[in-house]
Structure formats: C-alpha cells, structure tokens
C-alpha cells in the first residue's frame, strides 16, 4: 500500500504589497511555531514588487498543521491578517473553483475569522477570505472554500442568513473569465465615444434605435475634448451587438466630425476599465528600468547583487530568482529608478566575469513574455514586407547583359523593431552589411563583370552616374534636412512624424498627445521615435495626465 503524500507546504495569503522584507518577516512569525525549510513570496517578473501571497515548507505535515490552526489570520500589519491554509499543488484543482461559494452583503465589521466561523457548520472550510481596499476596508463581499461539496452545498441554504448585523446572499462561486464570457453572450450596455459637440439626445436615438428598442440613453460632454460620450442600453443582447459591429469605426454615422472614426463597445464596468488601465500601465511603465542578468554565481546574495549594480545608479529593487526549496534558479531582476542609468549598467556590466562565476555575466533589458512574442511577430513582419517591397538591385551599367554571378554576395537589410506597430522603416547605411562588389560604379568607370572577355573600353563607356550622399538618419528623420528648418518647421516636420506614429495607438488622442510629446526635447523625441515601447509608455503618461485633468 502507498504511503500517504506528505502536506509539508502552506499558502500564506493576502499578504500586504507594500511589507517591507516579506520574507523575513514570515520567517519570524512562521519559525515562532515550527521550525521552517524555506519561505518564497511571489512577485511580479517585471516589478518584482510582492504579489501577495506566498508558500512556505515544513519539514513535517504535523507542523504545518500547527501552523496553520495557530497562525490563521493573524495580524501581520496594522489592520491586514494572513490567511493560511495547506497548498494544493494541483493548478487545475486551484483554477477550477470547486466546493467555492461566492457570499455578498457582507456587514463592513464582519472579517474573515468571523465569516469562517459563521460557515464552519456546513462543514470543514479550507479557506476564507474577505474581499478588501487598498486601505483594508471590507468590500462587501467575500469567499468561503470547504473541503468537500457537500459542505458548499450544505452553505447554499445559508442563502438569507444573518451573518453580523446583515442577511447575506450565498451564490456558487463562477471564475472571472466565465463570468466575462456570460457578460459577453448577454450585455446589453455599449459606450460611444468621439460623438460630435453639436449631436443631441434625438439624434443617438435615431442612429441607435435603427437596431433595436433603446429603454435608456445617458449623453454628456467629454471634456476636455470638445465632443461627447454616451451609455445606451438596449432591450435586447442581439441589437447590442448588432449595433457594435455597424458603428464601431463609422465615418459615415452622422454622430461625428468628418474624418473622425466613431468608437462603440460593450460598456465595462468600473472594475474592468480600473483592470486595464493596471494591466497597460504595468506592462511599459517599467521598460527600459528593468534588467534581467543571468549566468550569476551560486553563492550570489540580494546584497552582493545590489553591491555589483549600485555604481550605476539607485535601485528600486533587487530580486534572485529562486526554486521553492530555495536553490538558485540562475537569473535576477534589477530595476532602476532611471532608464539612463540601467542602460549604463547593462552597457558596463554584460559580458564581464566575476571571481566564482563560470561564465560572463548576460545583463539586458527584462521583458514580459507578450511583450517578446509581439515583438518577434513584428520583426518577422517587417522582414517579410521588406522582401516582397526589396526593388531588384541593379548593379551593372545599362550596356551590359543582366547576368547572375554566384559568387556576389548582395547585401542584407536587418529590420529594427518597428516603430509603427508592425509598419517598418527601412534601416539605413550604418545597419547594411557591404557587398563583395559595389553595388554602384564608381564615377566615369563602368562596372565589367568577373569573366575572361574584355571589349573596348570606348563602345561601352557608361555616362557618369550621380551618387547620391549619405544622409544621417534617426529612424525616418532626415537630420541635415532638419537642420535646415526654421525652428517652427522643426516642430511641424517632428509633429508629423510623432502623430503619424500614435495615431495608429490612440486615434482619439492623437492631436492631444503629439503636442505634449512636442514640449520635450529633440533628443527626447528622437528616442520615442526610435523606441516603440518608450512611445508607448510616452502615451501612457499622456493619457493618464489627460484622463486627471478630465477628472477635475
């Protein structure tokens, strides 16, 4: 018979982000009750900030049991409590939801040991928890996980049941992404954006009703842009749709100005957009800050590892990746607080040797895993778009035959990043690599091809070609040319690089964003143009600058 699998490994959850060494101070707590193999906090690949939960290991399941009944929600700040409970190593178990209930209604006084105790007689609870603020204000509702499905079954009856000084509403817990998939099959609401000043309630009605019955309509100003927004509710899912797919993107709607596109989605909810708005700010706020290093040394520490980065500038935060029973994993983050002085770091530092390493150090920039894959997919694009565009070389003077030469060798283009969401610019000078031969004659000689033959230099002397000279060139800008303008030239031909560039990412803000981004410096301009993702981020901050002052 099999021996039973030893539970040596406990969750800790709703740990605070902002603990200072949250490691350490499980650590304490943890060890006052059992002795501890290891302790790892979870934390964002890009950020490395905590993400509020974590796992430690016993070396017995008699302990952590121990811990578990002793520690459960203890008080690990002001005002914050840990939840623990055994680990379930099963991801699908995790993910699934089973024998979850969803409770709402939730006194503001009732917390999470008082929750649990209050369902404990419908059978053994593995975990509970209150949904809370960002200042540890309950949020009204909360989760209670049992052991078995009878037990979430025997808590369905509860439904109407007083639990503190108000009757809670009990439901089966349904995972987010069903749940947005069930919004999808029935919402009704859709939000319109970039409606003309000038259009009012009876014109929406007569675009909108064209696809179904409206029951409400909500029309206000968007300032500062001087148009209008709109929620519009309709009886029926279908026409919802209906009316997504004949108007999103509309010039011809008659609710805009000319040329401007109209904007129609379903209507989220305020913690959908509040969602978002942190899924895009975290993916490029910290671009260009973060440095991913690898081939460290096996008795590398954190503070070894700032001491190696700290010359270069000052450290937001440190992080050796490590394995649940704490070995190495052989990779770190570093982030700076400023993008100049992780790209002198990463300048200095890559390839250089430390006394117990084996090989060189590998510094670069950290990116998310989305982030790797669209980049990839745009460099594959623009390399397939620069083959089918490539004009045929031709590199002998008009006498001579077009005759292919094996041995030549013609020269390769080495597409950047695209800085136009998958439109590439061609690279110029510095990127190609030479040819064997040139690819032009020289003036007043002709280019003879490599065979045993020669014919009199007088028949076929070629007209002298005009070469034209090398411009230097920051990704599309044309320096020398811009060098010749009138300061207010200057901003015009750079305005209209930058609003060629955002308008395919933010359309509505387009005019908005591209004369902030002016107000920087040259220098500045010519690294977003450069940079796709220093553009994005670049809008990001404008967005989120405008989107406050609308707020005022």
Not at 389 to 416: G, I, K, S, Y
């Amino acid at each position: 018979m099999a021996a039973p699998v030893q539970r040596t490994s406990v969750f800790v959850g709703d740990l605070p982000v902002d603990l200072p060494r949250p490691e350490e101070a499980i650590n304490n707590l943890f060890s006052s009750i059992a002795p501890v193999v290891s302790v790892k906090v979870c934390r964002d690949i890009a950020t490395q900030r905590s993400l509020g939960y974590g796992y430690v290991n016993f070396q017995t399941t008699a302990d952590a049991e121990k811990v578990i009944d002793a520690l459960n929600f203890t008080g690990i700040a002001p005002g914050r409590y840990i939840r623990v409970m055994f680990a379930i190593r099963d991801p699908l178990q995790r993910k699934s939801g089973a024998n979850n209930i969803f409770v709402k209604k939730l006194d503001a006084a009732v917390s999470a040991k008082a929750l649990q105790a209050a369902f404990s007689r419908c059978g053994r609870v593995l975990s509970c928890k209150v949904a809370l603020d960002s200042e540890g204000h309950s949020k009204g509702y909360g989760f209670v996980q049992f052991e078995t499905a009878d037990g979430a079954k025997a808590a369905l009856d509860m439904n109407g049941a007083k639990v503190g000084d108000s009757e809670v509403e009990v439901a089966p817990f349904v995972r987010r992404v069903d749940r947005e998939a069930m919004a999808a099959k029935s919402f009704r609401n859709i939000y319109i954006k970039n409606i003309k000043a000038t259009a009012t309630e009876v014109d929406m009605r007569t675009t909108l009703e064209k696809f179904g019955k409206v029951t409400s309509l909500f029309l206000a100003e968007h300032a500062p842009f001087l148009t209008k927004f709109a929620l519009a509710v309709f009886e029926e899912h279908e026409a919802a749709v209906k009316a997504i797919a004949e108007l999103n993107e509309s010039e011809e709607s008659g609710l805009t100005e000319e040329a401007v596109k109209l904007v129609v989605c379903r209507a989220l909810s305020k913690s959908e957009r509040d969602r978002e708005r942190k899924k895009t700010a975290s993916l490029y706020q910290n671009h260009g800050r973060n440095l991913y290093v690898k081939h460290l040394p096996d008795d590398i520490t954190d503070d070894k590892l700032r001491e190696i980065f700290a010359p270069f500038g000052k450290i937001t935060s440190c992080a050796i990746m490590r394995e649940s029973n704490g070995s190495l994993r052989g990779f770190a983050f570093v982030c700076f607080e400023d993008k100049q002085h992780a790209t002198a770091a990463m300048r200095e530092l890559n390839g250089r040797s430390l006394e117990s390493s084996k090989k060189p150090l590998y510094v670069s920039q950290a990116e998310q895993k989305d982030m790797r894959i669209r980049l990839l997919q745009q460099r594959r694009a623009a390399m397939r778009h620069q083959t089918r565009m490539a004009p045929p070389m031709n590199t002998f003077p008009q006498q001579w035959p077009r005759q292919p030469f094996p041995h030549m060798v013609q020269p390769m283009m080495l597409p950047p990043p695209p800085p136009n969401m998958g439109m590439p610019q061609f690279m110029s000078g510095p990127m190609m690599r030479r040819p064997v031969m040139d690819a032009h004659p020289r003036q007043g000689e002709p280019m003879r091809p490599p065979n045993r033959y020669t014919y009199p230099r007088e028949q076929y002397q070629p007209q002298p070609q005009p070469q034209p000279q090398p411009q230097p060139r920051q990704d599309g800008i044309d320096v020398n040319y811009l060098n010749t303008l009138s300061p207010e030239q200057q901003k015009n031909y750079l305005g209209e690089l930058l609003y060629s560039r955002i308008m395919p990412v933010e359309s509505f803000n387009a005019a908005k964003i591209t004369g902030m981004l002016l107000e920087m410096s040259r220098e500045e301009i010519f690294e977003v143009l450069r940079d796709h993702f220093a553009l994005l981020a670049k809008i990001q901050e404008a967005n989120a600058v405008l989107q406050q002052h609308s707020g005022n």
